[in-house]
């Protein structure tokens, strides 16, 4: 296949073969390359503590290469429509599961903004706090002024930071409201915040997006990665606003990147 103009591809090809069979060797292979990079990470680290830029530049590497490893394995490939920002940049995108990190994070190599319970989950939060994501309690105002000051911190550095202004995961369909409050720092800085929009495709005759890729509701983790290792083939559609927006109102920022996203966004395949 041929990519339009502006457009690339990247990731993985699916197979049709059997759902349990699949998932069980995408699940040995997510394992393997999770267990690979690991080691690379931490030694690494060790050997390149007396040069603190250089040892951020091989975190940044290798973070990168364990998401595009684990996310081929998973059989998700990601089809980039416009320019990802140079960091370092404030980028918000709608959120729709697990799979969105993968993809935005083998894409532009950010870190994240996640909502605090991510650090208790197991093995999931280990990684998290290794990878540099920043951990928010949204209902505490005293956090939300935290984890502002940390993504200037990430900012200053020369690093890309990406958040999720919905606060929860979608089905696909449509955006859904954004929280202002995430907002409030970029705001009140006038810094401009670049934007993209996430979408889903499966293979005619697979489940829908909304069955097997975003991960909505209240369902545990474990079964709904076992429904998505069954898929032959996910791709995801990262589509990238041309400019940043900035506003010294909250609200309006809010609305603006809403409205802007409005006109990136197709709705994940039913």
């Known amino acids: ?33 999770t267990a690979g990079d ?45 320019r990802p920002p140079e960091p370092p940049f404030l980028l918000v995108a709608n959120h729709l599961g697990y799979a969105d990190i993968l993809a935005l994070l083998a894409v ?41 000051r940390a993504i200037e911190e990430r900012l200053a550095a020369g690093e890309g930071v990406i958040l999720f202004p919905e606060g929860t995961t979608g089905r ?27 979408g889903y495709r499966t293979p005619p005759g697979a489940p829908p997006p909304a069955e097997t890729v975003c991960w909505w509701g209240d369902e545990p983790f474990l079964p709904h990665l076992l429904r998505l290792m069954r898929v032959p083939r996910v791709e995801a559609t990262l589509s990238f606003g041309s400019e940043p927006i900035a506003d010294r109102d909250r609200k309006r920022l809010a609305a603006r990147l809403r409205a802007a996203m409005e006109e990136l966004f197709e709705p994940s395949a039913s």
Do not use: C, N
């Not at 091989?58 to 990601?78: C, K, N, Y």
């Not at 909502?115 to 998290?128: D, I, M, T, Y």
């Open 1 to 33: 296949m041929t990519a339009p103009a502006g457009v690339r591809l990247a990731g993985a090809g699916g197979g049709v073969h059997g759902g349990r069979l699949r998932a069980a060797g995408r699940g040995a292979g997510m394992l393997a390359v």
């Open 38 to 82: 690991y080691v690379l990470y931490q030694g690494g680290r060790l050997l390149l503590a007396p040069w603190p830029r250089r040892r951020r530049g091989w975190h940044d590497r290798v973070i990168r290469h364990w998401a595009t490893g684990v996310g081929r394995r998973l059989g998700l490939a990601w089809r980039v429509v416009g």
């Open 108 to 148: 532009t190599g950010a870190t994240f903004v996640a909502k605090s319970e991510v650090g208790s989950w197991p093995l999931v939060g280990h990684l998290a706090r290794m990878s540099g994501t920043l951990l928010i309690d949204r209902a505490a105002r005293r956090d939300l002024l935290r984890v502002g």
């Open 172 to 198: 696909g369909d449509a955006l859904l409201p954004f929280k202002a409050s995430l907002l409030e720092f970029a705001a009140r800085s006038g810094l401009p915040v670049w934007y993209a929009t996430v």
